[in-house]
C-alpha cells in the first residue's frame, strides 16, 4: 500500500475515533451507553496531559535541557487564548456564523485562539529561551523556574483578566463574553494530543532531532562537531512553549475557569514527573507517563477511608521509588509499538545491537545515560 | 529617613532567616553540587519541631529565653537527625547517577515531606507559641519613629551567633578542614583518609540544623506555621545562595540580607515608581535571573571553568 494512501487511512480512523468518543461523552451517548462525566473529564485531562509531556519531553528528554516552567507557559497560552475570546472574539464569531453556521463559525475562533495562545507562548519560550539557555544543568531548572514563577505573578496583577479572583469571563468594563465558552472537547483535545505526538516524532526523527540528541548526549563534542548548539536549544524550547500553550488553550476552553493556582512550579513538577515515570527520551514514555500521573490520583481517591487522605504522598513516594530502582523510566529511552512487540518476539533475549539493519538508531542509543553511574563533577 | 530605617531593619530580619538557610544551601551544593529542593522542607520540619516540642515539654506556659534556647537547640537536633536520614538514604544510592536523576529525587523527596505533613497534621496553620512574653512584638524606640521590638533583637543575635559558630566550625576545626576538602574534591579528599561519607551527612546535619534555627526564630516573629511553608522561603534562600556564589558561605549571609532588604523596599516603595506590593515574591526570581545573566558566579563567587 503506497504510503500516502495508508496515511490517509490513518487520518480518517483517528477522526472517525476522535468523533466517536466525543459523541460517546456527550449529554445523549453512543447507541444510548453515555460516559459518566467524571470520566470523561479525566479523559480530557489527559489529553492535555498528553500534549504538555510530550512537548516537554522535546526540551528536557530529547535535547537534554532540564526546564522547570513548564506550567509558566501553558499559562501564557492560556491566559492569552482566553482573554482574545473573551475580548475579541464575539463579533467575529456572530459574522462568521452568519456566513458558515454556528459550529463552522465557532470551531475557527477556537481555532484562531488557540493558534494566539500558542504564538504568544512560542514569543514567550523565545524570550526566556534567548537568555537562559547560555546556562546549563542545575542553573537553566532553577531559572526556568524563576521565569515561571514571574509569569504567574506577573499574570496575578493584571487585572483585566481577573487577578486573583481568577478568569471566569468578562470583569469590569463588562465589555465581553459573560463566562468562557466551552469551546473545547474531545475531538480538539484527543486531536491535538495526536497532532503534538506527530510533530514531536518527526521532529526527533528529523536531522532537527539529531542535532538535539546530539547536544543531550554531549553538548562540547556536538558543538565541535558544527551544531550551532543554542540555535537548536532555541527552536526546541520555542516548539515546546508552543505546545504548552496550545495546552493551556484547551485547558482554558475545557474548563472555562484559569486561576494562578493551577500554573504554580507544583504543576511543572507534575509534568516532569510524566516524563521521569515514562523515560526521558520517550514519546510513548511520555504519554504512558502522563495517563497513569494524570489518572492514579484519580483512581487513589478510592482508596478507603484513612488512606485517601495519604494518596499525595503515595505520589510523591512513587517517584523517589522510580528515582531509586529505576532512574530512566519505565520506557527508559524505548519506544513502545508495533515494531517494538515484533522485535520483542523475534528476540527475546533483548534488542538488537546498535548500527543493525532495519532498526532507526533514535530508538537505540538515545539514553540520557540516566542509567550509567557518572562522575560527580568537581573543581 | 526613619521609615527607611525602619524597612531597612525590617528587610535585614528576614534576610537573617533566608541567610541561615541558605547557609544549608550553599555547603551541600558546594560539596555535591546538588540543588537540595528538601532543604525548604527541614526548615518547616524545624519549625514543626519546635512547636510539638513545646507542646510536650509544657514550654508554651512558660514563656522564657531558656524555653526558647530549649525549643531551639531541641529543634536543630531533630532537623539535623532528618537531614541525615533524607541524604543516607536518598541522596546517597543517587549519588553516582546524573544530576537530572539526583535533582528529581530532591524534588521528591520534598514532596514527599510536604505531603507526609499535609497528611499527617492538616494543611491549616497552626500557632507557634510566643517564647518572647506578650511584649515581643512591642518595638524599643529607636530614634525618630524607627523602632526594633523584642523578637527582632533576639533573632538578629541567635542568627549572627549561628553564623560565627558554623564560620569557626569550618574554618578553625579539623572537621571543617574536612569539610573544605571534601567540596574542593571529593575523590582526591578520600584519597587523603577522609572519611568523605561522614563528611557529607555532617554537612547535611549542620545545615539542617541551621534551617530548623530559621524556622523557630521565624515563627518568633510570624507565629503562623504550615506544612507548605517551607516552599517559597526555601526557593528564596536558593536564590540568595546563588547571589552571594553558590559554594560561599560569607555569600550565602550576603545573599540572604540582600534579598531580604529587597524584598521589604519593594513593598515599602515598589509603589513610587509603579511596583505593586504583590510583586514582593516575584523579587527574588528577578534578582536570580539578572545575577545568572550578569555573573553567574554570584557576588563573592570564583568563577569556574567548567571541566570537559
Given at each position: 500500500m503506497p504510503t500516502f494512501i495508508k496515511r490517509i487511512l490513518g487520518l480518517v480512523i483517528v477522526v472517525f475515533l476522535l468523533v466517536a468518543v466525543n459523541a460517546w461523552m456527550g449529554r445523549e451517548g453512543l447507541f444510548g451507553f453515555g460516559l459518566p462525566y467524571y470520566y470523561a473529564e479525566i479523559l480530557n485531562l489527559t489529553g492535555i496531559s498528553i500534549i504538555l509531556a510530550v512537548s516537554l519531553n522535546l526540551i528536557t528528554g530529547f535535547t537534554g535541557q532540564f526546564s522547570i516552567g513548564h506550567a509558566g507557559f501553558m499559562a501564557v497560552g492560556a491566559y492569552?487564548?482566553?482573554?482574545?475570546?473573551?475580548?475579541?472574539?464575539?463579533?467575529?464569531?456572530?459574522?462568521?456564523?452568519?456566513?458558515?453556521?454556528?459550529?463552522?463559525?465557532?470551531?475557527?475562533?477556537?481555532?484562531?485562539?488557540?493558534?494566539?495562545?500558542?504564538?504568544?507562548?512560542?514569543?514567550?519560550?523565545?524570550?526566556?529561551?534567548?537568555?537562559?539557555?547560555?546556562?546549563?544543568?542545575?542553573?537553566?531548572?532553577?531559572?526556568?523556574?524563576?521565569?515561571?514563577?514571574?509569569?504567574?505573578?506577573?499574570?496575578?496583577?493584571?487585572?483585566?483578566?481577573?487577578?486573583?479572583?481568577?478568569?471566569?469571563?468578562?470583569?469590569?468594563?463588562?465589555?465581553?463574553?459573560?463566562?468562557?465558552?466551552a469551546y473545547a472537547n474531545f475531538i480538539w483535545i484527543g486531536?491535538?494530543?495526536?497532532?503534538?505526538?506527530?510533530?514531536?516524532?518527526?521532529?526527533?526523527?528529523?536531522?532537527?532531532?539529531?542535532?538535539?540528541?546530539?547536544?543531550?548526549?554531549?553538548?562540547?563534542?556536538?558543538?565541535?562537531?558544527?551544531?550551532?548548539?543554542?540555535?537548536?536549544?532555541?527552536?526546541?524550547?520555542?516548539?515546546?512553549?508552543?505546545?504548552?500553550?496550545?495546552?493551556?488553550?484547551?485547558?482554558?476552553?475545557?474548563?472555562?475557569f484559569l486561576h494562578t493556582n493551577d500554573f504554580q512550579f507544583i504543576r511543572s513538577i507534575e509534568i516532569i514527573i510524566m516524563i521521569v515515570?515514562?523515560?526521558?527520551?520517550?514519546?510513548?514514555?511520555?504519554?504512558?507517563?502522563?495517563?497513569?500521573?494524570?489518572?492514579?490520583?484519580?483512581?487513589?481517591?478510592?482508596?478507603?477511608?484513612?488512606?485517601?487522605?495519604?494518596?499525595?504522598?503515595?505520589?510523591?513516594?512513587l517517584l523517589i521509588l522510580i528515582m531509586l530502582t529505576r532512574p530512566q523510566g519505565v520506557m527508559g529511552a524505548k519506544e513502545f509499538g508495533i515494531s517494538w512487540l515484533k522485535r520483542a518476539q523475534r528476540?527475546?533475549?533483548?534488542?538488537?545491537?546498535?548500527?543493525?539493519?532495519?532498526?532507526?538508531?533514535?530508538?537505540?542509543?538515545?539514553s540520557p545515560n540516566l542509567d550509567q553511574p557518572k562522575e560527580i563533577e568537581h573543581r | 529617613m526613619d521609615t527607611f530605617v525602619q524597612q531597612l531593619i525590617n528587610g535585614l530580619n528576614i534576610g537573617a532567616i533566608y541567610a541561615l538557610i541558605a547557609l544549608g544551601y550553599t555547603m551541600v551544593y558546594g560539596i555535591l553540587r546538588l540543588i537540595n529542593f528538601a532543604h525548604g522542607d527541614v526548615y518547616m520540619v524545624g519549625a514543626f519541631a519546635g512547636y510539638f516540642l513545646a507542646l510536650s515539654l509544657g514550654l508554651a506556659a512558660a514563656p522564657s529565653f531558656l524555653s526558647l534556647g530549649i525549643v531551639l537547640v531541641g529543634s536543630m537536633l531533630i532537623a539535623a537527625v532528618v537531614g541525615v536520614i533524607i541524604e543516607r538514604f536518598a541522596y546517597r544510592p543517587v549519588r553516582k547517577y546524573s544530576r537530572m536523576t539526583t535533582l528529581i529525587m530532591a524534588i521528591g523527596v520534598s514532596l514527599l515531606i510536604e505531603n507526609l505533613f499535609v497528611a499527617q497534621i492538616g494543611a491549616a496553620p497552626?500557632?507557634?507559641?510566643?517564647?518572647?512574653?506578650?511584649?515581643?512584638?512591642?518595638?524599643?524606640?529607636?530614634?525618630?519613629?524607627?523602632?526594633?521590638?523584642?523578637?527582632?533583637?533576639?533573632?538578629?543575635?541567635?542568627?549572627?551567633?549561628?553564623?560565627?559558630?558554623?564560620?569557626?566550625?569550618?574554618?578553625?576545626?579539623?572537621?571543617?578542614?574536612?569539610?573544605?576538602a571534601v567540596s574542593f574534591n571529593l575523590n582526591s579528599a578520600k584519597l587523603m583518609g577522609i572519611n568523605t561519607d561522614a563528611i557529607i551527612s555532617l554537612t547535611f546535619g549542620i545545615g539542617s540544623a541551621l534551617a530548623?534555627?530559621?524556622?523557630?526564630?521565624?515563627?518568633?516573629?510570624?507565629?503562623?506555621?504550615?506544612?507548605?511553608?517551607?516552599?517559597?522561603?526555601?526557593?528564596?534562600?536558593?536564590?540568595?545562595?546563588?547571589?552571594?556564589?553558590?559554594?560561599?558561605?560569607?555569600?550565602?549571609?550576603?545573599?540572604?540580607?540582600?534579598?531580604?532588604?529587597?524584598?521589604?523596599?519593594?513593598?515599602?516603595?515598589?509603589?513610587?515608581?509603579?511596583?505593586?506590593?504583590?510583586?514582593?515574591?516575584?523579587?527574588?526570581?528577578?534578582?536570580?535571573?539578572?545575577?545568572?545573566?550578569?555573573?553567574?558566579?554570584?557576588?563573592?563567587?570564583?568563577?569556574?571553568?567548567?571541566?570537559?
Amino acid at each position: 500500500m503506497p504510503t500516502f494512501i495508508k496515511r490517509i487511512l490513518g487520518l480518517v480512523i483517528v477522526v472517525f475515533l476522535l468523533v466517536a468518543v466525543n459523541a460517546w461523552m456527550g449529554r445523549e451517548g453512543l447507541f444510548g451507553f453515555g460516559l459518566p462525566y467524571y470520566y470523561a473529564e479525566i479523559l480530557n485531562l489527559t489529553g492535555i496531559s498528553i500534549i504538555l509531556a510530550v512537548s516537554l519531553n522535546l526540551i528536557t528528554g530529547f535535547t537534554g535541557q532540564f526546564s522547570i516552567g513548564h506550567a509558566g507557559f501553558m499559562a501564557v497560552g492560556a491566559y492569552a487564548s482566553v482573554f482574545m475570546t473573551v475580548y475579541y472574539s464575539d463579533s467575529a464569531e456572530q459574522w462568521l456564523t452568519s456566513l458558515l453556521g454556528a459550529t463552522l463559525a465557532q470551531s475557527l475562533v477556537f481555532l484562531g485562539v488557540i493558534i494566539v495562545g500558542a504564538l504568544v507562548a512560542a514569543l514567550a519560550g523565545l524570550v526566556v529561551g534567548i537568555p537562559s539557555l547560555r546556562l546549563r544543568g542545575d542553573y537553566l531548572a532553577i531559572v526556568t523556574l524563576g521565569f515561571a514563577e514571574i509569569i504567574r505573578i506577573v499574570i496575578l496583577n493584571i487585572d483585566r483578566v481577573g487577578g486573583a479572583t481568577g478568569f471566569r469571563g468578562r470583569v469590569p468594563p463588562w465589555d465581553g463574553r459573560l463566562i468562557i465558552p466551552a469551546y473545547a472537547n474531545f475531538i480538539w483535545i484527543g486531536g491535538f494530543a495526536i497532532i503534538t505526538i506527530v510533530v514531536v516524532y518527526n521532529i526527533v526523527n528529523s536531522d532537527v532531532g539529531r542535532a538535539l540528541i546530539s547536544i543531550r548526549e554531549d553538548e562540547l563534542a556536538s558543538e565541535a562537531m558544527g551544531v550551532n548548539t543554542t540555535r537548536y536549544k532555541v527552536i526546541a524550547f520555542v516548539i515546546s512553549s508552543s505546545f504548552a500553550g496550545i495546552a493551556g488553550a484547551l485547558f482554558g476552553h475545557f474548563r472555562q475557569f484559569l486561576h494562578t493556582n493551577d500554573f504554580q512550579f507544583i504543576r511543572s513538577i507534575e509534568i516532569i514527573i510524566m516524563i521521569v515515570l515514562g523515560g526521558m527520551g520517550s514519546i510513548t514514555g511520555a504519554v504512558l507517563g502522563a495517563i497513569v500521573i494524570t489518572i492514579l490520583p484519580e483512581l487513589l481517591r478510592k482508596l478507603p477511608g484513612d488512606l485517601y487522605g495519604y494518596r499525595l504522598v503515595i505520589y510523591s513516594a512513587l517517584l523517589i521509588l522510580i528515582m531509586l530502582t529505576r532512574p530512566q523510566g519505565v520506557m527508559g529511552a524505548k519506544e513502545f509499538g508495533i515494531s517494538w512487540l515484533k522485535r520483542a518476539q523475534r528476540r527475546p533475549e533483548g534488542d538488537k545491537p546498535i548500527g543493525e539493519k532495519g532498526v532507526p538508531i533514535a530508538q537505540q542509543s538515545t539514553s540520557p545515560n540516566l542509567d550509567q553511574p557518572k562522575e560527580i563533577e568537581h573543581r | 529617613m526613619d521609615t527607611f530605617v525602619q524597612q531597612l531593619i525590617n528587610g535585614l530580619n528576614i534576610g537573617a532567616i533566608y541567610a541561615l538557610i541558605a547557609l544549608g544551601y550553599t555547603m551541600v551544593y558546594g560539596i555535591l553540587r546538588l540543588i537540595n529542593f528538601a532543604h525548604g522542607d527541614v526548615y518547616m520540619v524545624g519549625a514543626f519541631a519546635g512547636y510539638f516540642l513545646a507542646l510536650s515539654l509544657g514550654l508554651a506556659a512558660a514563656p522564657s529565653f531558656l524555653s526558647l534556647g530549649i525549643v531551639l537547640v531541641g529543634s536543630m537536633l531533630i532537623a539535623a537527625v532528618v537531614g541525615v536520614i533524607i541524604e543516607r538514604f536518598a541522596y546517597r544510592p543517587v549519588r553516582k547517577y546524573s544530576r537530572m536523576t539526583t535533582l528529581i529525587m530532591a524534588i521528591g523527596v520534598s514532596l514527599l515531606i510536604e505531603n507526609l505533613f499535609v497528611a499527617q497534621i492538616g494543611a491549616a496553620p497552626r500557632a507557634f507559641p510566643d517564647f518572647l512574653g506578650s511584649q515581643s512584638q512591642l518595638p524599643y524606640r529607636l530614634f525618630g519613629n524607627a523602632a526594633i521590638s523584642k523578637a527582632q533583637i533576639v533573632i538578629f543575635l541567635v542568627s549572627v551567633a549561628l553564623m560565627v559558630l558554623l564560620q569557626w566550625i569550618v574554618y578553625k576545626t579539623k572537621v571543617g578542614t574536612a569539610m573544605r576538602a571534601v567540596s574542593f574534591n571529593l575523590n582526591s579528599a578520600k584519597l587523603m583518609g577522609i572519611n568523605t561519607d561522614a563528611i557529607i551527612s555532617l554537612t547535611f546535619g549542620i545545615g539542617s540544623a541551621l534551617a530548623a534555627a530559621g524556622g523557630v526564630l521565624t515563627a518568633q516573629y510570624n507565629p503562623n506555621i504550615d506544612p507548605l511553608m517551607g516552599i517559597l522561603t526555601g526557593l528564596k534562600a536558593f536564590v540568595a545562595a546563588v547571589l552571594g556564589g553558590i559554594g560561599n558561605i560569607p555569600g550565602a549571609v550576603l545573599g540572604g540580607l540582600l534579598i531580604g532588604a529587597a524584598e521589604t523596599f519593594v513593598v515599602g516603595y515598589g509603589h513610587h515608581i509603579g511596583i505593586a506590593s504583590t510583586y514582593r515574591d516575584a523579587v527574588a526570581f528577578a534578582i536570580l535571573i539578572l545575577v545568572l545573566l550578569i555573573r553567574p558566579s554570584g557576588l563573592l563567587g570564583s568563577t569556574v571553568q567548567e571541566k570537559v
